[in-house]
């Protein structure tokens, strides 16, 4: 027999106790926790919970942030061996607290550490009481990393029986992420009307469950659509119905991601001038929540728009400094012929226009976004 | 602010209500605690199972009824194989149960609260 002792904790604190605990815990800097742990009821369970809410809902603010948080508190739950909360609630705040750190580090583009952090999760939830659901979150996970790396049959194949898992455990509003990355999967194979149909589909069935953020997300997927379309009118009717619930829901990832949209729609309408100011700007959006990948990604657009005005120098300055980014981040896979040309281009001085063309269509893509 | 993901709490009490007497008489006549360790360990199942409706994801209500049912298992045989400290009962009914896993006690219990049986 393998009984467990259950141990009996000290008066837990209330879930408002928990929200002001979360928030003593996240204004101390990190460095000065350890020594204030009881004061800060590092180890009791509701503040564990009122800080894994909150930083579910930073990700879309502050990546960066959220995998400072999520890796500290990972470390704090896992040594040493701490006792935390009743029956399941150690394996669970160790597999929410690695999901947490590796849906950040997808957002930042740090995809070893993503898969890390997955197996991280995995091996928590595994022993959670709500297996099936929490290992079922974390395939979603998985499969959105698995679409940035261009897996793009892989992800098809593995969407609708996940998918089904969710809407048998009612969990509506993951099945319908997933569905996000259905639409991503579209726009990567070029099936620009499907993915406008069925991001349509999406906002509207985002509305019916009454989720604000996941509704603004599909129009900020249909901005950059349409925007890749070249079709104004929808894309500016997109953006007015995404931009204002974003800015009130801080998703600054999203948009960031609108702006990116709205500036290839300016591109696509041969706004060069424009195209270029609205693509810094998006730059801007991601240096702050420090998307160091689009950022870079965005350089190559930029630069490609800097070569059909004829500044061939300023050109050259931008593939460099986005060179660096892309090779440290492996945004694309070994083997990718363009990355190649642009490379030895830029060595002599000259930017293959074709290859940088290739590169920036390869990154552009998934520019849309998922959460 | 988006809306948290947890569900009411007037929800989450009406669920452990329902299924208070299930678990008062799984941990009362089959893991044999006493009344009083029983109304112990249904305070700590309550604010666990409070805690385990906020957590991320979505729980339908029965999947949430079943981690509870299992969780009282858990509870009433670590209870009670620590009550016999490493030795088996005098009671074979009670050895035959504990050698059961806490899961597959839960889901016949659930089966039964399904039924509508009076526990």
Known sequence: MTGRVIHFPRMPLSSEAGQAAADRVLNTPIPER???????????????????????????????????????????????????????????FLGETALLAGTACRQLSRRDEAHQWFER?????????????????????????????????????????????????????DAVKCRFLEGLALMETDE???????????????????????????YANLTHVYGM?????????????????????????????????LATLLRE???????????????EDFQAIGMRADYAALNLVVADL?????????????????????????????GVAALALVHESVRRQKVDRGALRELHGYFEQLASGTS | MEKPSSRPFDEVQSVFSQT????????????????????????????????????????????LRISLLSATCQYGRSFQLWKLGGAPADDAALNDLLAREPDEVATELDRRLERGDRP
């Open chain 1, 229 to 261: 379309l070249g079709d104004a009118e929808n894309a500016m009717a997109a953006s007015a119905k995404a931009i204002p619930p974003l800015r009130k829901l801080d998703d600054r990832v999203a948009l960031a991601k609108v702006q990116w949209g």
């Open chain 1, 192 to 218: 620009l009307a499907d993915a406008v149909t069925l991001f349509h589909e999406i906002a509207e069935e985002s509305e019916n469950l009454g989720n604000p953020r996941l509704t603004a997300s599909a």
């Open chain 1, 306 to 334: 800097l070569l059909e005005q004829g500044r061939e120098v300023e050109a050259l300055r931008e593939v460099s400094e986005a060179l660096p980014v892309i090779m440290e981040l492996k945004m694309a896979p070994e």
């Open chain 1, 269 to 283: 309408t041969g706004k060069l001038p424009a195209a270029i100011g609205a693509y810094r700007r998006a730059q």
């Open chain 1, 34 to 92: 350890a020594a204030l742990a009881d004061a800060l009821a590092l180890d009791d369970p509701e503040t564990l919970l009122s800080l894994c809410s909150c930083l579910r809902r930073r990700l879309e603010a502050s990546p960066a942030a959220v995998l400072e948080e999520a890796d500290f508190l990972y470390r704090w739950i896992e040594k040493p061996l701490r006792d935390i909360g009743l029956f399941d609630e150690r394996d669970y």
């Open chain 1, 121 to 173: 999760a995995e091996a928590g939830f595994r022993h959670t009481i709500n297996v099936v659901g929490d290992l079922s979150r974390l395939s979603y996970q998985r499969l959105a990393e698995r679409l940035e790396e261009r897996q793009i049959d892989f992800v098809r194949e593995m969407l609708p029986p996940l998918i089904d898992t969710f809407r048998k455990m009612d969990m509506h509003e």
């Open chain 2, 20 to 63: 208070l007497s299930v678990i008062h008489s799984a941990l009362v006549s089959d893991y044999r605690l006493t009344d009083e360790e029983a109304r112990g360990a249904e305070e700590d199942l309550l604010i666990w199972f409070q805690r385990l409706s906020r957590r991320g994801g979505h729980m339908p209500e029965r999947m």
